[in-house]
């Protein structure tokens, strides 16, 4: 598969679940994503970790660096996330991290078919961590399709049209990563010989 | 809701459970003298080797149908990578609204990825499922023949 892959499996979940479950105030605290355009996400709750601040209002061609992200509410009340998240760095040598946010689906709903901004998907790699899961929940990326167990960790290409259909009887509750993987413009610059 | 995905052995053997008797009651001929006892240990084998592929057929987490077959070179002729069907069912009470056309068509999609040059399916003579193959482009090939010896 080019736009699934699978990275690890096996990872305990647990804790993470568990600080979820009883932190059930952070599914409400931002509708960024339930409100987005076109509402591909109408039916996800999302707790956010790290984010773009003042998302809605960012504006491309500004000085500010629109891909800088800032910690949020959900990485106080969930430090289980921090072991997955810089292992995950760690294990990719990523060189930043971007955002990091949770997403559920309640069962028999779906993330409806899109593609994310060339702008992100460009310049981050998007992973997804399965916290909960069950067979019947698929994940559509191009024309491959995935069941992500949870414990595992998959590389999701959200360049291409992608789409969630949560077919199981359980509520999907993925993390979801953006690294700023290895990465060289060409060979031969220096720093007082710019490309 | 209702979705197609191909599944692993592990995660449909539970499900599936339930769901064998009433195909078995249905399909298989000389239930008198020859009981349902699946060689699992086989399935488990194939899937080891990649050659186990299943789709189901899910409503809210339920198995309503499966497809099982063999992906392998095919004996006769091993620059032919063959799927062959080995059972295949749809729960009765889902029967009247195209999900066999469905679940082939994802058959055939799986089968077109993973490189598969020819599909072979059968249809038991006393249910006669030629007229779905024959919609989804498939042809009568071969017929099987079956003895009871005593």
Redesign the interface.
């Known amino acids: 598969m080019r736009h699934l892959q699978l990275i690890a499996q096996g990872l305990d979940v647990s804790s993470l679940l568990t600080q979820i479950n009883v932190n059930p105030g952070l599914w409400k605290k931002d509708t960024y994503h339930k409100d987005y355009p076109n509402y591909p996400f109408k039916h996800t709750e999302t707790i956010y970790l790290r984010f773009t601040p003042d998302a809605k209002n960012f504006v491309h061609g500004g000085n500010q660096d629109l891909h800088e992200c800032e910690w949020m509410d959900g990485a106080i009340h969930l430090p289980a996330a921090r072991p997955f998240i810089f292992g995950l760095m760690a294990k990719l040598e990523a060189e930043r991290l971007g955002r990091v946010i949770i997403n559920k689906l309640a069962p028999g709903q779906s993330m409806f078919a899109h593609v994310d901004p060339e702008f992100f998907t460009s310049y981050w790699t998007r992973f997804h961590l399965s916290i909960q899961s069950a067979p019947g929940c698929i994940c559509r990326c191009a024309d491959e399709k995935t069941y992500m167990r949870p414990g595992e960790v998959w590389r999701f290409d959200n360049g291409v049209e992608h789409e969630v259909n949560n077919n199981s009887a359980v509520e999907r509750i993925h993390m979801i990563c953006d690294l700023r993987l290895y990465s060289i413009k060409s060979e031969g610059q220096t720093p007082t010989k710019p490309l | 809701?209702?979705?197609f995905?191909?599944?692993t052995f592990d995660?449909?053997y539970e499900p599936l459970q339930a769901l064998f008797p009433l195909h078995w009651e249905e399909l298989a001929l000389d239930k008198d003298i020859i009981p349902l006892d699946p060689d699992y240990d086989v399935y488990r084998q194939a899937e080891k080797a990649g050659q186990l592929l299943v789709i189901?057929c899910?409503?809210?987490?339920?198995i309503i149908g499966y497809f099982v077959g063999f992906v392998r070179t095919d004996l006769h002729y091993k620059t032919c990578l063959t799927c062959r069907m080995d059972i295949f069912f749809i729960h009765p009470d889902h029967r009247k609204s195209s999900l066999g056309i469905k679940l082939f068509t994802e058959l055939k999609?799986v089968c077109q990825?993973r490189g598969v040059r020819r599909i072979v399916l059968g249809s038991k003579c006393h249910k006669d499922a030629s007229i779905l193959f024959e919609r989804l482009g498939y042809t009568e090939i071969e017929r099987f023949y079956s003895l009871r010896i005593e």
């Open positions: 809701m209702i979705t995905q191909q599944e995660d449909v189901t899910r409503k809210e987490g339920e999609n990825q």
